[in-house]
C-alpha cells in the first residue's frame, strides 16, 4: 500500500495525516533530546529548541523558534548536502541571524528520500559550558565574542557520516564540562536523526509530490490565519515604540534603546528598527540583520497569538514560516544593537529578545485600543559556582522566572518563564547536588503590576551557600520596570543581595560575576513582577482583598495601588466598602488622565530630566497616549 | 463451588464478568454506573451475574474492582476543604510549581495557570527542616502546627495533606504531623507525602500528597460500603481493588492510599490482553485499546508492561508506579468535521454513548468513525448479534455531503477517516515506544475494545508491525484482565549516592528494610509466604542526567551480588534505552531504591475451543471499500465457526459478537485454541 504506486496528489487526508506526523515528530525529537541529554540547562530547563523545515529551509513547526536552515546553503555548495552529514555551529556573525550567542550549538541534519533532499531536522541548545573568560560562558563583561567561548563556524560535525574527530575533541576539550557537552552533543545529533525518519516515512507512503505540496498549504495556512483572525483586530496606521536595555555590562551607566516603527495595513505589518541605539561595548547584542531578518520575523510574529479571539484559540495557532509572508523587516545601518559588527559581544543577548518582543507588544497595544498584554520579563540566569579545584568543580545555575503580563482576560501568571516547558530545580534536587540550602521558595509580595487585571508576582528565592562560592547574575529590568499596559502600573524590579554570615547585607549589581558569597552567606533573589493591564482602581476590591489574606499584597499596597482599604476579621480580612469608594474617589480625582503605558519611576525621572536621547524624527513614543475603555475611549473622550 | 466476579466501573457502564471456577464458564453483565457512589452500580453488577449465572450470593467468592470514579472525582472540581502543610519558607511551593508554561513558544504572553488545587490562604507551614540525608536541622515546632491545623479545621478543611522538605529521607515530622491531626481532629483525613511518594522533587511529591488526600474521602467511603455489603451476601471474602501498577490489594489498603486506584482506569485491559498474549505465544506486544471517545495504548515487552511514574491528572502532576498508558482522543464515536480552514480533522470531538453515530439511530446527526465503517462495508447490517439494527443509508449520506465539499466520493473520505484515525493512534504508540526508545516494528500488535480489530491492520501498515493479535470477546477484556491480577504493592525510598562513593552496606539495609515492608504487607492480604516474590529494581543515572533509567536485579540476588549488578547492568539498560552507554568513563548516580512485593494469584483456566476438522466457509459476502483498490466482494466469515488453525487471506471481514475483524489484502487471519484471531503480514 506505501511506496512508489501511491497517490501523488494532495488531498485532505494526505495533508491532515502529514500535519499530525510533523507536530507528533517535532514532539518525537523533544523527547528524545530530554531523555538523552545531560545538562541541567537542557533537560530541566528545556532550553533548547527543535524544528523541522523543508528543502528549501522554510520552517513547518511552530512550538518554538528554532535557528535557521540557510546556513547550510550558504556555507556549502548545493551538491555538498549528502546523507550523513550532521552539520554544526554556534557562530552569531556566520550563522544568517539564527544563532544569537555562542553556547547555543546548533546541529541540522538533512533528510533524504531516494537520493533527493527533502527537508531539514534541527536542534540547538543553550549548553552549560563552552570555554571562554567565566564558567557558564556567559562573562558579564565581556567585549567581544572570542572571551565569550569557542566560536565555531557552520561545518561538518559528520560528514556523509563519518564524524570528525579533531573537531569533535577540539570541541569539548574547550569547554568546563566537556563530558556535559558530549552528552548534550551526542543527544541532540540522535534526537534530529530520529525526526528525518518520520518524514521520510511519509515521502514513501504518500510520494514526494504530495509531501512538498503538503508544505506549502501548511505554510500558507499559517499566513491565512494571520490575515484571517488576527490582522483585522489591528488598526492600519505607523505605530512607534520603544524599550530599553538598562547595562551592558561595560559601560555600565548608560541604558540601550530598541525602537520600533511599525505600519500595519490590509495584510502585512512592516516593522522598521530604524532608531535603535548603537552597538553596545558589552555582550547586549543581537546580530539579526541576515537572510532578510527571516529570524526575527518567525521570533516575532508569535507575539501577534495574543490577539486571538481567546487563550485557548491562541495556544492552537501555530506560528511557522508562512508568518514571514505577513511581517516585513527593515534593519537600520551597520552598527546598532540588532545590526552589530563583527565581534562584537552577544552573550546577554536574551535582554533585546525581550524587548524586541514587549516593544512589538507595546505598538501593537497602540493600535489594539490596548487588547495586549502587559509586559514580563522572564529569562534571567542566577547561579553560584565554587569548588577548591577542577574535581570539586560546580556550578549551580538556574533560569529564573517572572511575573507574567496582566492582560484584558487574566491576571499574569506568577513566575513564569517565556521558554515553554522550562522548570525550576526542586530545591531537593539542588540540595542533594550542591552545597546550598534554600532558605525560601516564595513570591515576593507586591512586587506585580498593580492593574484591574495585576501581573503575575516574581520570585523571592533565598539561598545559603555552605562552602565559599561565586554569584552570577545574567539580568536586566533592575532599574527599569516591565511596563504597564492600558492603566496598569509597571511591575517590581529584580534585585539580588547578599546577606554575609554576619549579617550584613551587599546588593549586587543585576550584571555580576565576581561577587563572593563565604560559607554561610545568603543569597537574595527577588524577581520581576508582570506589567499590570487596566486601571488598577477599577479591579474588584474582593480581588485585592483576597490578595491581602494570602499576604501577596499588603495593606498600604492595597491602599496605594488599588484605593482599597481592608479591616482584618479574625484570621481574614474584608473590605471596608465605604473607605475604599472615599479613597477611590479621591486617588481618581488626583492623578488625572490615565496613560496608555507605565514605564515605573526611573524611566518617568530620565524623561523629566530629558536624559532620554531621541534620535532625529523621534519623539518620546508614549506621549499622548492614554488608557481606553472598551469602546476605544479615553477618560478625556468619555467625558466630551 | 465458586464464582469469581470482575467489575470493571466506568463513568457511563460497569461491566461485570464472571468465571465458574469449576468448569471455565463466563458470564457478561452491562449495566449503569453510579457516578455519585459507585458501590450502588457496583453491587448491581454482582447481584445480576449471580442470577444470570444461577448462583447466590454466598457462592461469590471473590471480588474484583477496576474504576475511573476516582479520576472523575479530580476532574470534577471536587476541590472542597483541602488544605496544606509545608515547611517554612516554602508556603508558596504550589502557586510556583515548576514555573513552566505548557507548550509553544510566546504562549507565556496569553497562556493562564490554572487555580491550584489547594488554594493559598489554606496553606500553612511547619518551623522544622531536614537536610537531604534525613538530618535534622531544625527540630519540629509543635505548638505552631497545632496552630495551623486547627486554624485550617476551623475554615472548613477536613482533608489536609503534609509534605515537608526531604521527608523522603526521615518523615519523623511528617508522622508527628499527622498524629496531632488525629489527635486534635480525629474525623479529618490527613496524607502525608513521606507515605504517599518518599521520592525527592518536593513540588510532584505535595502535588500528589493533595490528590490522594482529595480522593480519600469518596473512595473510602464507597469501597467501605461496597465491603459491608458484599460481606452481609457472601460473608469474608477477598475484595480487591485494582491499583494503577497493574496489581490489587485489599479494598482497606486501596482505600489509604487512593491515589494509586487514581489511573487503574486502561490497566486490567492491558493486563488481560497480556494473559491472552501469553497463550497465543507473543511476548513482546503493544496494545491498542480503542474505546468510544478515545484510545488507550502501552507497550510491553517479555509480557512484561512499561511502567512509568509520572502522569498528569488534568494540569496536575501525579507520581505514583503506574502502567505507561498514553491516551489518543480517537475511538469508535470520534467524529469527522471540517475546521474553520477546510481541513479534515477526526475527533477529539464524539458521538459518545448519547447520541453515539448515524448509524445506530439514537439521535446522531453527525457522522462519526463507526459511520465510515458502514459506509466502507466494514460493518454488517446490525451489530450485538443482530440486537442493533444499523442505518447505513443514513451514515451513506452523511458521508456523501462531507465527499462533497472536497470534490470526494463518500467511501473515499470514509476510507480517510479511517486513514486519519489510525495516523492519530500511529503517534500515541510513538510515544509509548520510539520516544522511549523502543522500535515497534518488533511487537505485536494486540488490538481489543469494541472497535479496536477495525483499525489494527491500518496501524500496523503504518508502523511496519507484522503481527496483529485480535483476543475473543474484544469488548470484555477490561473486566476481565482483572481476573489475572496478583497482588502488588510498590515501595519506594530515595537515597542518593554515586558509585564512586557509595556504601554498599547501606543501599543494601536500605533494600532489605523496604523488602520486609513489602513482604510483611502482602503477607497480610492473605498471601501464603510460598506465593510472595520480592523484586528489587534500582532508579540509576549518569551523574548530571536528568532522567533515571530502572535496573531490574536478576531475581534472587542480594547483598553485594545485586549491588554490583546493579552498578553493572546500568551501562547495558542505559544503552538499550538511548542508544549510548559511557561505561568506564563516567560516575553512576543511585536515585531510587525500588521493591515491589508481588502475591502470585492463581489464574482461572481459560477454557479452550473443541478442535473440529471442518473448516469454516464464509457465511457470505459483502461489498467492501478499500482505499488502494476500491470496492471488492469479500468473503465474511463468522469468527466461532472458524476451525482452529484455519486461516483466511484478506480482504475478508471476520464477524462475532460485538465486534468485527478487518483483514485487508496482504494481510492473512488464523483463529487458535483459546479463541485470538492471529493477523498476519504476507
Not at chain 1, 320 to 332: M, Q, R, S, T, W
Not at chain 1, 352 to 375: E, I, N, S, Y
Not at chain 1, 573 to 578: H, L, Y
Not at chain 2, 10 to 31: H, L, S
Request: aromatic residues 8%; negative net charge; glycine residues 12%.
Amino acid at each position: 500500500m506505501a511506496g512508489k504506486n501511491a497517490k501523488t496528489t494532495l488531498g485532505p487526508i494526505e495533508l491532515e495525516v502529514i500535519t499530525g506526523t510533523i507536530r507528533s515528530a517535532e514532539l518525537e525529537i523533544e523527547a528524545a533530546v530530554e531523555r538523552t541529554s545531560r545538562s541541567p540547562m537542557i533537560r530541566d530547563q528545556h532550553d533548547y529548541r527543535v524544528a523541522l523545515f523543508d528543502a528549501k529551509g522554510r520552517k513547518l513547526t511552530g512550538r518554538s523558534y528554532s535557528a535557521l536552515v540557510e546556513p547550510v546553503f550558504e556555507y556549502f555548495d548545493d551538491g555538498d548536502i549528502h546523507p550523513g552529514d550532521v552539520f554544526f555551529w554556534n557562530d552569531p556573525y556566520n550563522s544568517c541571524g539564527g544563532i544569537g550567542h555562542v553556547p547555543d550549538l546548533c546541529t541540522t541534519v538533512p533528510i533524504f528520500h531516494e537520493e533527493r533532499l527533502i527537508g531539514f531536522s534541527q536542534v540547538f541548545g543553550h549548553h552549560d559550558d563552552v570555554g571562554g573568560a567565566v564558567p557558564g560562558s556567559l562573562p558579564v563583561d565581556a567585549r567581544d565574542m572570542w572571551a565569550e567561548g569557542l566560536v565555531i563556524p557552520p561545518i561538518k560535525l559528520y560528514d556523509k557520516g563519518v564524524l570528525n574527530e579533531a573537531a569533535y575533541k577540539i570541541v569539548f576539550r574547550n569547554s568546563r564540562l566537556g563530558e556535559h557537552l558530549r552528552g548534550d552533543v551526542d543527544a541532540e545529533i540522535g534526537a534530529a536523526l530520529l525526526g528525518s525518519r518520520r518524514i521520510t516515512a511519509m515521502a514513501e507512503r504518500y510520494g514526494i509530490d504530495a509531501l512538498e505540496s503538503a508544505f506549502d498549504t501548511i505554510l500558507e495556512n499559517c499566513a491565512a490565519t494571520i490575515r484571517r483572525e488576527l490582522l483585522p483586530k489591528i488598526k492600519n496606521g505607523t505605530y512607534t515604540w520603544e524599550d530599553f536595555v538598562e547595562c551592558d555590562g561595560v559601560e555600565r551607566d548608560k541604558i540601550h534603546a530598541f525602537r520600533l516603527t511599525m505600519t500595519k495595513t490590509d495584510d502585512k505589518i512592516f516593522l522598521d528598527f530604524s532608531g535603535t541605539d548603537p552597538e553596545a561595548a558589552g555582550p547586549i547584542n543581537w546580530p539579526i540583520d541576515y537572510a532578510d531578518g527571516k529570524f526575527i520575523r518567525k521570533f516575532m510574529a508569535p507575539v501577534l497569538r495574543s490577539l486571538a479571539d481567546s487563550p485557548e484559540r491562541a495556544a492552537e495557532i501555530d506560528m511557522n514560516e508562512g508568518a514571514i509572508d505577513v511581517l516585513e523587516v527593515k534593519f537600520p545601518e551597520k552598527g546598532t544593537l540588532v545590526t552589530p559588527t563583527f565581534g562584537k559581544p552577544t552573550g546577554m543577548r536574551f535582554f533585546l529578545f525581550l524587548r524586541v518582543l514587549g516593544t512589538f507588544a507595546g505598538a501593537l497595544a497602540k493600535a489594539t485600543g490596548g487588547r495586549m498584554p502587559a509586559d514580563h520579563e522572564t529569562i534571567r540566569i542566577w547561579g553560584m559556582h565554587g569548588g577548591r579545584n577542577q574535581d570539586e568543580f560546580y556550578l549551580f545555575r538556574e533560569v529564573l522566572g517572572g511575573g507574567g503580563p496582566g492582560r484584558p482576560w487574566a491576571d499574569g501568571s506568577d513566575v513564569v518563564h517565556i521558554v515553554p516547558n522550562s522548570r525550576n530545580l526542586p530545591a531537593e534536587f539542588s540540595e542533594t547536588r550542591y552545597p546550598i540550602r534554600v532558605e525560601k521558595l516564595g513570591l515576593a509580595r507586591d512586587s506585580a503590576g498593580a492593574g484591574y487585571r495585576r501581573g503575575g508576582f516574581g520570585y523571592n528565592k533565598q539561598i545559603r551557600t555552605l562552602g565559599d562560592a561565586t554569584l552570577l547574575s545574567n539580568a536586566d529590568r533592575s532599574f527599569i520596570n516591565c511596563y504597564g499596559v492600558n492603566g496598569g502600573k509597571a511591575g517590581g524590579l529584580y534585585g539580588v543581595t547578599i546577606e554575609q554570615p554576619d549579617g550584613s547585607e551587599v546588593e549586587a549589581p543585576g550584571m555580576s560575576d565576581d561577587r563572593v558569597v563565604p560559607a554561610g552567606g545568603i543569597v537574595k533573589l527577588q524577581t520581576t513582577g508582570g506589567g499590570g493591564w487596566g486601571d488598577p482602581l477599577a479591579r474588584e476590591p474582593e480581588l485585592v482583598c483576597y490578595d491581602v489574606l494570602c499576604g501577596l499584597v499588603s495593606p498600604d499596597a492595597a491602599q496605594s495601588d488599588y484605593g482599597v482599604v481592608v479591616a482584618k476579621d479574625g484570621n481574614a480580612f474584608v473590605v471596608d466598602e465605604a473607605a475604599t469608594g472615599a479613597l477611590r474617589t479621591k486617588l481618581a480625582a488626583a492623578r488625572g488622565e490615565l496613560n496608555m503605558f507605565d514605564r515605573g519611576p526611573v524611566v518617568d525621572d530620565l524623561r523629566r530630566k530629558g536624559e532620554i536621547d531621541w534620535p532625529e524624527g523621534w519623539q518620546d513614543p508614549d506621549e499622548g497616549w492614554h488608557a481606553v475603555d472598551a469602546d476605544g475611549r479615553s477618560d478625556a473622550e468619555r467625558a466630551a | 463451588m465458586t464464582l469469581r466476579v470482575a467489575i470493571d466501573t466506568g463513568g457511563t457502564f460497569t461491566d461485570v464478568v464472571a468465571i465458574d471456577d469449576e468448569n471455565g464458564e463466563q458470564y457478561v453483565v452491562k449495566t449503569p454506573s453510579t457516578p455519585s457512589d459507585p458501590s450502588v452500580g457496583l453491587l448491581n453488577g454482582v447481584r445480576e451475574i449471580v442470577e444470570i449465572a444461577g448462583r447466590s450470593g454466598s457462592d461469590v467468592g471473590q471480588l474484583l474492582h477496576g474504576s475511573t470514579t476516582a479520576t472523575n472525582a479530580v476532574l470534577e472540581h471536587k476541590f472542597d476543604g483541602l488544605g496544606l502543610i509545608v515547611t517554612k519558607g516554602f508556603r508558596h511551593m504550589i502557586e510556583i510549581a515548576r514555573q513552566s508554561v505548557p507548550d509553544g513558544y510566546g504562549n507565556s504572553f496569553f497562556w493562564v495557570k490554572p487555580p491550584r488545587l489547594c488554594p493559598l490562604h489554606l496553606v500553612r507551614e511547619a518551623a522544622a527542616r531536614m537536610d537531604h540525608n534525613g538530618e535534622i536541622i531544625d527540630e519540629l515546632d509543635e505548638e505552631g502546627v497545632v496552630v495551623a491545623i486547627d486554624e485550617l479545621v476551623e475554615q472548613g478543611v477536613n482533608c489536609i495533606g503534609v509534605c515537608l522538605l526531604h521527608s523522603y529521607a526521615n518523615d519523623a515530622h511528617e508522622k508527628r504531623i499527622g498524629a496531632l491531626i488525629e489527635e486534635r481532629h480525629p474525623g479529618v483525613f490527613y496524607s502525608l507525602s513521606s507515605v504517599v511518594l518518599p521520592e525527592y522533587r518536593e513540588y510532584e511529591r505535595a502535588m500528589t500528597t493533595l490528590i490522594d488526600v482529595l480522593v480519600k474521602p469518596y473512595c473510602k467511603t464507597y469501597l467501605q460500603n461496597a465491603a459491608d455489603e458484599i460481606r452481609s451476601e457472601a460473608g469474608q471474602i477477598p475484595f480487591l481493588i485494582m491499583q494503577s501498577n497493574g496489581g490489587v490489594v485489599r479494598h482497606e489498603t486501596a482505600g489509604g492510599k487512593p491515589v494509586t486506584m487514581l489511573l487503574s482506569g486502561p490497566a486490567a485491559g492491558v493486563l488481560g490482553a497480556i494473559h491472552m498474549s501469553r497463550l497465543a505465544g507473543f511476548d513482546d506486544i503493544l496494545t491498542l485499546d480503542v474505546g468510544g471517545t478515545s484510545t488507550d495504548i502501552s507497550l510491553v515487552s517479555k509480557l512484561t508492561p512499561q511502567m512509568t511514574s509520572y502522569s498528569m491528572v488534568e494540569h496536575y502532576p501525579v507520581k505514583t508506579p503506574m502502567l505507561d498508558i498514553v491516551t489518543v482522543g480517537t475511538g469508535g464515536g470520534s467524529l469527522a468535521w471540517v475546521d474553520d480552514y477546510g481541513g479534515l480533522k477526526v475527533g477529539p470531538r464524539s458521538a459518545g454513548a448519547v447520541p453515539g453515530p448515524i448509524c445506530y439511530s439514537r439521535g446522531g446527526t453527525k457522522p462519526a468513525v463507526t459511520d465510515a465503517a458502514a459506509v466502507l462495508g466494514r460493518l454488517p447490517d446490525a451489530l450485538v448479534g443482530g440486537g442493533l439494527k444499523l442505518d447505513i443509508p443514513s451514515s451513506q449520506k452523511a458521508f456523501d455531503e462531507l465527499g462533497e465539499r472536497f470534490g470526494m466520493s463518500a467511501e473515499e473520505v470514509a476510507a480517510g477517516v479511517f486513514e486519519i484515525a489510525a495516523a492519530n493512534m500511529v503517534h500515541g504508540i510513538r510515544q509509548v515506544s520510539t520516544t522511549r526508545g523502543s522500535d515497534p516494528g518488533a511487537y505485536a500488535l494486540v488490538s481489543f475494545g469494541g472497535a479496536g480489530a477495525m483499525f489494527a491492520t491500518d496501524v500496523a501498515d503504518f508502523l511496519g508491525m507484522k503481527t496483529v493479535l485480535s483476543p475473543p470477546n474484544p469488548g470484555n477484556l477490561s473486566a476481565y484482565g482483572l481476573h489475572v491480577c496478583d497482588v502488588k504493592q510498590d515501595y519506594i525510598r530515595t537515597l542518593v549516592r554515586q558509585q564512586s562513593k557509595a556504601d554498599a552496606t547501606e543501599i543494601e539495609e536500605q533494600w532489605r528494610e523496604l523488602e520486609e515492608t513489602g513482604r510483611a504487607a502482602v503477607a497480610s492480604e492473605g498471601v501464603a509466604p510460598g506465593d510472595i516474590e520480592l523484586l528489587r529494581s534500582a532508579d540509576v543515572r549518569y551523574v548530571g542526567e536528568g532522567h533515571e533509567v530502572s535496573v531490574a536485579i536478576a531475581a534472587g540476588k542480594t547483598g553485594t551480588h545485586a549491588i554490583e549488578f546493579m552498578w553493572n547492568d546500568f551501562h547495558r539498560v542505559h544503552d538499550e534505552s538511548f542508544g549510548f552507554e559511557y561505561k568506564g568513563e563516567q560516575d553512576v548516580e543511585l536515585v531510587n531504591l525500588r521493591v515491589q512485593a508481588v502475591g502470585r494469584a492463581s489464574r482461572p483456566e481459560v477454557k479452550k475451543k473443541l478442535d473440529t476438522d471442518a473448516q469454516a466457509s464464509p457465511s457470505g459476502t459483502r461489498n467492501v471499500f478499500w482505499r488502494e483498490t476500491g470496492w471488492i466482494e469479500c468473503p465474511i466469515y463468522d469468527r466461532e465457526s472458524l476451525a482452529i488453525g484455519q486461516r483466511v487471506t484478506g480482504p475478508t471481514i471476520v464477524e462475532e459478537y460485538g465486534s468485527t475483524v478487518v483483514v485487508p489484502t496482504s494481510w492473512s487471519a488464523r483463529a487458535d485454541q483459546y479463541g485470538n484471531l492471529i493477523l498476519e503480514k504476507v
